[in-house]
């Protein structure tokens, strides 16, 4: 059986769903070269057409009962500059009447003014609810990136508030759980997606907390083998760059273009902002000695590719996933745990986050086949209870509009034995609570925290 999922169309520079035509491989073959330009164009997520997806989708008899999104901020400035070249030159104020636009834009710029009764943790209060710079400052949320978030705002409004009635009109603070990190970014993309999902929403029923770790772990952060493997799987960075002859003759290029030693010019990470003078489409930087081409970009960009195709094969990822995401994931089946026994709280949950966030859950669930969070990238989790069987519920699992249930590691054998289009919650429960743990012969996240490998 295969699975199949809709297909995002990409309709920059001529690579829309037409031209792509697909083929049948040979199997005999070489797989096809990853296009680094097209995996870029992917990444950039730039606002053109509507925005086909799966959320939602579910049998007449099945009642939707949670959603639970994690999402990666969107489009933003480089938090890294290039030594000796002019910054790229983007404008941060939000222009309504200049593309990409949304129709919800002026209006979400006036609502966001108006968000002093909100509560917002801590250091969040004193962030800036939108961006407001003429001159991007570095990371910060770009007018596509707020985009970006009222797309999906309003992509999940269509098919949770109107179609499924997850939220009725007289929804309650306690209905809502959001969290973010302490970063403009993530608040500004959280509050984007979150005006389009609940227009005009009442700011006094807003309470959005403050979370200081990108992996979210709250009060369960001290892991210590959690760091050695992330230690392990730098190690294995740094070996794979070592080894690219490739990319080391590009480093030595451009870095006699911006007349900088190579390893300056690796410390700035070019690649972050390559991709953001890549994405709006802006020319890339020059000297006196020439200037930075599409060839250098894409020997990065390809090494960046083949990267995260080693690092899903040699597992020590996987493992620093493992536990680096735990406490989020327990949360979440705590949460959906509570849902399905009759509470009524927190029945649409949003946090907004990282790459480094979303990558690892990605991973420690078994999704192997999903792309580098690419900017404003969606992760949702959603709760059904079973008509017929009230107390049988089921989860899905969607990113970027994309049904991956059956891609992650503890519901791929049911998805042969079943004819469930869904995955019981109990094997998502038994996962989190328990199986996670057997790869490291512990019993307990604290345990699985401090076992040394034998």
């Known amino acids: 059986l295969v699975h199949l999922i809709p ?14 035509k697909r083929i049948m491989p040979d199997l005999l073959t070489e ?24 959320e939602g989708h579910a ?26 070249t002019k910054r790229p030159d983007i404008d941060c104020m939000l222009v309504p009447s200049r593309k990409p636009s949304h129709p919800q834009l002026e209006a979400f710029i006036k609502h966001m003014s108006k968000g002093t009764a909100a ?20 990371g910060e949320l770009t007018q596509t990136g707020v985009v ?24 309650t603070a306690k209905q809502l759980y959001l969290e973010t990190t302490g970063k403009s970014r993530t608040l500004q993309s959280a509050l984007a997606l979150l005006y389009s999902f609940l227009p005009d929403f009442d700011w006094k029923k807003i309470n959005m907390r403050h979370q200081w770790s990108t992996i979210f772990c709250s009060g369960s952060c001290d892991c210590p083998m959690r760091n050695h493997y992330l230690e392990e799987e730098q190690h294995r960075q740094y070996s794979l760059r070592v080894k690219n002859s490739d990319l080391e003759k590009i480093y030595v290029d451009m870095a006699k273009i911006v007349g900088i030693p190579p390893r300056q010019l690796r410390a700035s990470n070019p690649i972050d902002s390559l991709l953001c003078y890549f994405c709006h489409n802006v020319s890339f930087p020059c000297t006196k000695s020439g200037c930075i081409g599409m060839e250098h970009f894409r020997v990065i960009k390809r090494h960046q590719l083949e990267d ?12 620093y996933a493992l536990l680096a995401t735990h406490p989020l994931l327990n949360q979440t089946v705590n949460r959906l745990q509570r849902i399905a026994e009759g509470k009524k709280e927190e029945i649409f949950v949003l946090y907004s986050a990282h790459d480094v966030t979303l990558l690892p859950v990605l991973s420690a669930l078994g999704i192997t086949e999903a792309r580098f969070p690419r900017f404003a990238a969606r992760l949702v989790f959603e709760l059904w209870q079973d008509g017929k069987k009230p107390k049988e519920h089921f989860i899905r699992i969607l990113y970027n509009g994309a049904d991956v249930t059956f891609q992650t590691s503890f519901c ?43």
């Open 308 to 319: 995260e195709r080693e690092r899903q094969e040699k597992k020590l990822y996987f493992l």
């Open 412 to 454: 791929k054998d049911y998805y042969k034995r079943s004819s469930k289009p869904m995955c019981p919650l109990e094997k998502f429960i038994s996962f989190v609570k328990r199986d996670t743990f057997l790869i490291f012969n512990s019993t307990s996240y604290y345990d699985a925290c401090r076992r040394r490998p034998l």
């Open 7 to 20: 297909v995002n169309p990409i309709r920059e520079g001529g690579l829309n769903a037409k031209s792509r």
């Open 148 to 171: 970006q978030h009222l797309r999906n705002g309003q992509l999940l409004r269509e098919i949770y508030i109107n179609k499924h009635k997850l939220l009725l009109s007289d929804w």
């Open 119 to 138: 509560q917002l943790d801590g250091s969040l209060s004193s962030l800036p609810r939108y961006p407001s710079h003429s001159l991007c400052e570095m």
């Open 31 to 54: 797989p096809p070269a990853i296009d680094p330009i097209y995996e870029a164009r992917v990444y950039c997520n730039i606002p053109t057409l509507a925005e086909r997806s799966m």
């Open 59 to 84: 049998p007449h008899y099945f009642k939707l009962v949670s959603v639970q999104v994690l999402i990666r901020h969107g489009d933003r400035y480089p938090l890294y500059a290039i030594p000796k």
